[in-house]
Structure formats: C-alpha cells, structure tokens
C-alpha cells in the first residue's frame, strides 16, 4: 500500500533533532524523499542517515543550511533540485526561543529571535515557491506556536515572533491561491513538546526534569507534555492531499491550551 505522501519530495528545517527529525522521519516512511536541512550539518547528515539505514538509500539526504541566510537557501533549492528532483513540501520547523520580558529582553536577542524565526520563514517561502510551481500539488507548512495565538508577559520577543510566522503563512497562501498555483500555505500551533529544546529550558531551572515536566503536564487540559510524533503527524496531515482543500489555516497541536 503506497504511503500518505508517495512520491512528494520535501525539505525540513532544523532537521538534525527534535521536532524536525521526527518530521523527516515520518515523512519518509510515508512514501517521500527528504531533504534534511540544519546549520548542523553533521546532525542533519546523521539523521539522514538514520532514515536511509531503515528505509533505504536515496530516500535522504542532509544540506548545511542557515534558514537566516539567502545563501544558503539558494543552495538548498540546488541541491533539492538534484537530489529530490525538485520540491513539493515545505516544513520551515527551524526556531528557537527568545528569553526576556518586555524591560530585560536586549535588542540583540529580539533579533536574532526574529531572523531564525520570522526570516527563515520569509527566505524559505520566497525561494521555494518556484521549485513547487513545477512539482504541484504544493504545501509549504510552517511551524509556529501556541505563543503565536496566546500571549505570555515572559516572553514578548517569542510571541511576537510565532504571530509574525502565523500571519505570514496566511498571506503565502492568498497569493499562491490568486495566481492560481496549487500550492497550499499553513501553520502549525505546537505546546511544550519534549524535545532537546525543552531540555534546555529544563536545565535553566535546575530543578529535575521530572518536576518541570510535571508542572508544564499540569497547564495542558490532556495532562501531558506532547510527543514529537503529535507534531509529525500534523505535519503530514498538511503535507499530502487528505489537505487539499486547507490553506491559510492554523492546526493547534495544544492539548487543549488554546481552548481554554
């Protein structure tokens, strides 16, 4: 039985752990080629690696890419071009958090939250529409989050980021849909998910993870912290064409957060 995404030839961001290599993964075993793309280029070529040893050589393949840098974007549309073919999805995962309130956070840290955030997205969509023009259908899927819908007073660098990716999707996708190309745009609105991130932000406290896991557990209406799989799985929802008819849209993966 061919897979929920046979024959699509898709590039990840931040694929080299955490949420993107669980994306690539899933992907791949879903019937598509993929491209791993990560500034580290050992851990996206290990991860790909990881994929090619269980699902066969030439199913991926890993690019050093700097999501802040046209560069290297440019680069990767080279090397989607002869590794996967050209280009069908989209995943710009890559992210990271901005620390500070709206009195401490430096001007420094508000930008670089913005270039790896909010830029990559921006570089990302305006340099892999035209690969996807000629591999339709199309679905470019960007990863925000929850703190993009819902404010914190903790982290103004962070929300205002993830709402600029949330927006930017909505507007991708009216412009892809006016020139009349089959090429979908959507964002995906994760919670706290266990992931080498949410490690670090854990070893902050020193505290033990049990206890900061537990309490981040007890703000989710599910009671859990999510699993990179529950990200994944949205990811290839939007990535084949059971979502054809979904586009400028926002998939709250939340435990129920937003609902609240």
Same mark, same amino acid.
């Given at each position: ?6 024959g ?12 993107g290599?669980a ?24 991860q ?16 050093k ?5 046209e ?7 080279e090397?989607a ?6 280009l ?9 958090? %901005? ?7 430096? =001007?420094?840290?508000? !930008?670089? @939250?913005?270039? $790896?955030?909010?830029? /990559? *997205? ?25 703190a ?16 600029? %990716? ?7 996708? =009216?412009?892809?849909a !006016?020139? @009349?190309w089959? $090429?979908?745009s959507? /964002? *995906? ?16 406290t ?11 557990a ?9 699993h ?20 400028g849209?926002e998939?709250k ?5 937003s609902?609240?």
């Amino acid at each position: 039985m061919a897979g929920r995404v046979e024959g699509k030839k898709a590039l990840i961001t931040g694929a080299a752990q955490g949420l993107g290599a669980a994306q690539a993964m899933m992907l791949a075993r879903e019937g598509a080629k993929v491209l791993l793309g990560d500034i580290n280029a050992e851990g996206a070529a290990e991860q790909a690696a990881k994929i090619n040893a269980e699902l066969g050589e030439g199913t991926a393949f890993a690019v050093k890419l700097d999501v802040t840098q046209e560069a290297d974007w440019e680069a990767a549309m080279e090397v989607a071009k002869a590794r996967l073919g050209g280009l069908s999805v989209l995943v710009n995962n890559a992210g990271v958090g %901005v620390r500070g309130n709206i009195e401490n956070c430096t =001007l420094e840290e508000w !930008k670089r @939250g913005f270039a $790896i955030n909010v830029d /990559s *997205v921006f570089l990302g969509c305006q340099k892999a529409i035209p690969l996807m023009k000629d591999n339709q259908p199309g679905s470019i899927i960007n990863i925000s989050s929850i703190a993009g819908l819902i404010a914190s007073d903790t982290m103004p660098g962070y929300n205002a980021s993830k709402a600029a %990716v949330w927006m930017l999707s909505k507007s991708v996708a =009216l412009y892809c849909a !006016k020139m @009349g190309w089959d $090429i979908r745009s959507n /964002s *995906v609105h994760p919670t706290f998910i266990d992931t080498p991130i949410l490690d670090g932000m854990v070893t902050s406290t020193g505290k033990p993870k049990d206890v900061i896991m537990d309490k981040l557990a007890r703000q989710i209406p599910l009671k859990r912290v999510g699993h990179p799989d529950d990200i994944a799985n949205g990811v290839l929802y939007l990535a084949s064409d059971e979502s054809r008819f979904m586009t400028g849209a926002e998939l709250k993966l939340d435990g129920g957060i937003s609902a609240m």
